[in-house]
Nanobody, 115 residues
Framework: QVQLVESGGGLVQPGGSLRLSCAASRITFSLNTFDWYRQAPGKLRELVASISTDGRTAYGDSVEGRFTISRVNAKSTVYLQMDSLTPEDTAVYYC?????????WGQGTQVTVSS
């Protein structure tokens, strides 16, 4: 079964930066599009960023210009560089892939932006 393992979350002050990682296994990594989602308390899970097999990226309106998604196929890893963080970015961040008709999620990593 596909495994996605996120890391890199933590507590950061407003204006700070974090880089999340998502390590994938049991999947042909280079043939799949990967996404980052987030879910804040009391809110629906929302799409943050996506990266396709050929490196094309897309971002949610609230993070455009501040977050950068990237991938390293040789490491089967997707990254989310988050800059200029605000308290509104506080959420659990999840890595996602849809493969063979099934949605696969990581366990999530908590990001808290607070002074």
């Amino acid at each position: 079964q596909v495994q996605l393992v996120e890391s890199g979350g933590g507590l950061v002050q407003p204006g700070g930066s974090l880089r999340l990682s998502c390590a994938a296994s049991r999947i042909t990594f280079s043939l799949n599009t990967f996404d980052w989602y987030r879910q804040a308390p009391g809110k629906l899970r929302e799409l943050v960023a996506s990266i396709s097999t050929d490196g094309r990226t897309a971002y949610g309106d609230s993070v455009e210009g501040r977050f950068t998604i990237s991938r390293v196929n040789a490491k089967s890893t997707v990254y989310l560089q988050m800059d200029s963080l605000t308290p509104e970015d506080t959420a659990v961040y999840y890595c996602h892939v849809r493969t063979m008709g099934n949605d696969r999620w990581g366990q999530g990593t908590q990001v808290t932006v607070s002074s």
